[in-house]
């Protein structure tokens, strides 16, 4: 394999220096020259440089200040500051502020400067690599999460056609007509759906963009427990909300992380308990929120309570994707929220979530 | 308001026949319309307003549309709705109705002044009621 082409560009106002550079490495590296900063600044703009070398004392612009001001147009070239002994306050400033990856002495030692390009060369490459590697990454979780948006609405159009024929079975009285295949068709349709919903909802969720929107719990929650509780009429929710003052935040994420706990409130529900409730409690602060969902149902075992956030964790006996906890926990970590969680087989589950509140950002 | 026919007509636009199907054979069990209209483009539908202006006979009272259609979307479509004549427009409103679980589609379509919501697939009786109740008294 050949070495790559390094190019270094060597910025000094003795000729006699430029020309010893020359001399003594033109054979390893693609060389050019300056006799100023603003000469140097030209060279830049036209090729793409991996190594700058600029001896500190220079008439009118120093190395220091010469790299000071290319911080921001080009941040990539790696930088060698070459100077005498003495000078421990440009030595200092160049640290601080000049973005040096390396200071030597005049007069160099051939040796010492040819190492110093060779590993500034290096540090070069692997922050270009890294950058490119950021980058494809992210072109590829982007291109991940639009698979999995678009896979969902192309999956759930057809699977809503079966839903409807099912409900016109129901309207026309045919549900009975053959046997329990209706009603299996219809429960497996539901999970489908259930099952497309959770993965949408973790692909928006796994976007960066944060909603900053005012949120009314007392309605949230009506309309939570009126879409979540379609299923199922028994449970009887006890809601208190204490909201005098306005709250905003990600209306879209808080409705997730709610609509998830709401709806595992209900599902999870003892089949035996004559009196099954959910109890909700809701008090807004100009700081932030404080809620408390708690039930009575079958509760969680203390050797699960630490996996219930993690990916496709499921219980053994029920019947759950495994993502909705999971959705919770990565909700309230991009909104800063927290969640903890009490649960007992005897009395039911209670988890207490704490998110701030954006109106004192 | 213009006067309208005492027969009640919607107008279904959906590219997916299996949904047209569906949702007019459930509009003609429960009876909420007199007639359904099918369309299964947005272009077609917007021929059929276009040919019977001013026709209170044909023209429907009320659209079902759907929003993810090949060449003219839902949205599209009520671009073009919004320079049909206001004779005709203030005496029909319109429904979408979609698999979207988009919150960003939702919003858009709720903000736009001819469309009274989305309904989302699959189509619910009671839920058509309650929006027939509202804007038709």
């Known amino acids: 394999m050949n070495a790559p082409t390094v190019r270094v560009l060597y910025i000094d106002d003795e000729e006699n220096n430029l020309n010893a550079f020359k001399a003594s490495f033109r054979r390893q590296y693609e060389i050019y020259t300056a006799t100023s900063a603003a ?15 600029a001896d500190q004392k220079m008439p009118e612009m120093t190395g220091v200040q010469f790299f000071k001001s290319i911080t921001h147009t080009f941040p990539d070239p790696v930088r060698i500051l070459l100077t005498g002994y003495t000078d421990i306050e440009a030595l200092a400033d160049a640290i601080n502020h000049g973005d ?7 007069p160099w030692s051939d040796l010492e400067l040819h190492n110093s390009i060779k590993n500034a060369y290096d540090a070069y490459k692997s922050k270009i690599d890294l950058r490119n590697k950021i980058a494809e990454l992210e072109k590829t979780n982007d291109e991940l999460n639009r698979f999995i948006y678009s896979i969902s609405h192309e999956l759930r159009a057809p699977l809503v056609s079966v839903i409807g024929i099912v409900n016109l079975v129901k309207m026309e009285d045919l549900f009975e007509s053959s046997g329990e295949y209706w009603s299996l068709i219809e429960t497996c349709s539901n999970k489908l759906d259930y099952y497309i919903q959770k993965t949408l909802q973790y692909y928006k969720n796994n976007k960066n963009i944060t909603e900053h929107s005012q949120v009314d719990f007392r309605k949230l929650i009506s309309e939570l427990i009126d879409l979540y509780s379609y299923t199922d009429r028994e449970t009887q929710f006890n809601i208190k909300i204490d909201q005098e003052v306005d709250f905003m935040g990600d209306a879209f994420r808080i409705e997730v992380i709610l609509g998830n706990l709401i709806s595992n409130a209900i599902k999870y529900q003892k089949t035996t308990e004559a009196n099954k409730k959910v109890n909700i409690d809701i008090v807004v602060t100009t700081q932030h929120v404080e809620i408390s969902i708690n039930d009575n149902g079958m509760g969680i075992l203390n050797e699960h309570l630490e996996k219930i956030f993690t990916q496709f964790f499921k219980s053994k006996n029920h019947h759950g994707s495994g993502l909705g906890l999971f959705i919770v926990k990565e909700a309230l970590n991009k909104i800063n929220g927290k969640i903890s969680v009490i649960s007992d087989i005897a009395i039911g589950t209670t988890f207490k979530i704490k998110i701030p509140n954006g109106t004192n950002q | 308001m213009a006067q309208i026919s005492d027969q009640k007509r919607v107008m279904i636009i959906d590219d997916n026949e299996v949904d047209l199907k569906i949702n007019s054979k459930i509009i003609s069990i429960t009876k909420l319309f007199d007639e359904v209209i099918i369309c299964q483009s947005a272009e077609e539908a917007l021929n059929f307003l276009q040919r019977n202006l001013g026709d209170n006979q044909i023209l429907p009272n009320f659209i079902l549309l759907d929003i993810q259609m090949p060449e003219m979307d839902g949205f599209e479509f009520l671009e073009h709705y919004r320079k049909l004549p206001v004779s005709f427009t203030q005496t029909c409103w ?11 589609d939702i919003q858009k379509a709720e903000a736009n002044p001819y469309v009274v919501k989305l309904l989302k697939k699959p189509l619910k009786p009671a839920e058509l009621q309650e929006i027939l109740n509202r804007y038709y008294k």
């Open chain 1, 39 to 53: 000469e140097g600044l030209k060279i830049l703009e036209n090729i793409d440089v991996h190594v700058i070398i």
């Open chain 2, 94 to 104: 319109i429904a979408m109705l979609s698999s979207t679980l988009d919150f960003g």
């Open chain 1, 100 to 106: 040096i990856y390396r200071y030597i002495t005049k």
